[in-house]
């Protein structure tokens, strides 16, 4: 089992900044991607951005320009800098991890419990 523990949620006001953090444990062979999602009151939950383990990410069109994901391989921790924020960026964000416990063990999803972001004035 993976735990991902998730932190840096909160309020801010619209333009502001805020930095996720999400640290992986438990039985960890290896992560291949690691990734944050985010889901809004009556959405679907959506990708924001992505971070495989040779540092390629993928970022919603939504967000390109404004946030930057990065991860610490050696911490099995992932980041989000969130900058010029709106409040339609107004959701909890949940952190995903694809990990395997082994060489011959298949790659499984995990989620964090998920972070509140709140962008208002």
């Known amino acids: 089992q993976v735990q991902l523990v998730e932190s840096g949620g909160g309020l801010v006001q619209p333009g502001g900044s805020l930095r996720l953090s999400c640290a992986a444990s438990?039985?960890?062979?290896?992560?291949?991607?690691m990734g944050w999602y985010r889901q809004a009151p009556g959405k679907q939950r959506e990708l924001v951005a992505s971070?495989?383990?040779?540092?390629?990410?993928n970022s919603a069109d939504s967000v390109k320009g404004r946030f930057t994901i990065s991860r610490d391989n050696a911490k099995n921790t992932v980041y989000l800098q969130m900058n010029s924020l709106k409040p339609e960026d107004t959701a909890v964000y949940y952190c995903h991890a694809l990990s395997r416990s082994g060489w011959y063990t298949k790659y499984e999803d995990y989620w964090g419990q998920g972070t509140q972001v709140t962008v208002s004035s």
């Open positions: 438990g039985r960890i062979f290896d992560i291949n991607t």
């Open positions: 971070i495989n383990s040779g540092g390629s990410t």
